[in-house]
C-alpha cells in the first residue's frame, strides 16, 4: 500500500461505509436514506465538511477508504430522503473505525492519508495509454506530459470497478500495479477492437 512519505497526519473524520472506493475527481450520485446517513450529510452540508468512505470488504470494514466531498444536493423526496452528488478528494488508510460517535447517529474513523502519487513511467503503460487516447486529465486531456502517467488517472479514465480499484491500491509494488493496469489496458483495447469490428461488419451488411 502506497503510503504518503512524509510523517503521516493523523485525522478523524464522519464515516460512512460502502462497498465503494471513490478516486480523486471521481463524480457519482449518493441516495441516503437511513437517519444516520442523513445525519451525516445534513450537517456535513451545513458545515461544508468532507466525509469518509472506509471500503466496505467483503461486509467488513477495510484499512483503504476514500475522503469524499458534497458537490450538491440533486433532491430530496417526500420521505426526505436525500440525493447528493459527491466527489472524491483523497484516499486514507483506517486507522481505527466507532461504530456510533458521542452524540451522533453515525460513526467514524481515525485515519492517515494515503499517497495519490502512483505515477509511474514504464513504457508498456505509456504506449497503451497514448495508443487508446485516454482522456486522462481534465487540463491536458489525451496528452501524456513526459513519460510518466498516474495509475490512479488511468483507473479513473477506464472506469474500474471499485473492487479493481481495491486490488490496484492493494498491490505490494510498482511492478505488480504496472502490470495490473497493462493487463486493463490490453482488455480495453481488446474491447475497442470488438466494437470496432462489429461496427464495420454492420456497415457492410
Not at 450520485?29 to 450537517?43: C, D, G
Not at 471500503?55 to 430522503?81: F, M, P, Q, T
Amino acid at each position: 500500500m502506497s503510503v504518503n512519505k512524509m510523517k503521516p497526519k493523523v485525522f478523524r473524520i464522519a464515516a460512512f461505509p460502502l462497498n465503494l472506493i471513490l478516486l480523486p475527481g471521481e463524480e457519482i450520485p449518493l441516495r441516503i436514506f437511513e437517519p444516520r446517513y442523513k445525519q451525516l450529510i445534513e450537517e456535513c452540508m451545513d458545515a461544508s465538511l468532507p466525509f469518509g468512505i472506509p471500503y466496505l470488504n467483503n461486509g467488513e470494514i477495510d484499512k483503504i477508504g476514500s475522503e469524499v466531498e458534497i458537490v450538491k444536493l440533486v433532491g430530496r423526496n417526500a420521505n426526505d430522503d436525500l440525493v447528493v452528488l459527491i466527489r472524491g478528494k483523497s484516499l486514507f488508510q483506517t486507522i481505527d473505525y466507532f461504530p456510533i460517535l458521542t452524540d451522533k447517529l453515525y460513526g467514524g474513523t481515525v485515519s492517515v492519508p494515503l499517497s495519490t502519487d502512483f505515477t509511474t513511467t514504464n513504457p508498456e503503460v505509456v504506449v497503451k495509454v497514448k495508443k487508446l487516447k485516454l482522456n486522462i486529465s481534465n487540463e491536458l486531456g489525451t496528452f501524456v506530459r513526459g513519460n510518466g502517467v498516474n495509475m490512479l488517472d488511468i483507473a479513473r479514465t477506464i472506469m474500474l470497478k471499485s473492487d479493481e480499484k481495491y486490488k490496484l491500491l492493494s498491490l505490494p509494488n510498482s511492478t505488480t500495479r504496472e502490470q495490473f493496469i497493462v493487463n486493463q489496458l490490453t482488455f480495453v483495447e481488446m474491447i475497442r477492437h470488438q466494437e470496432t469490428k462489429l461496427e464495420n461488419n454492420f456497415q457492410l451488411n
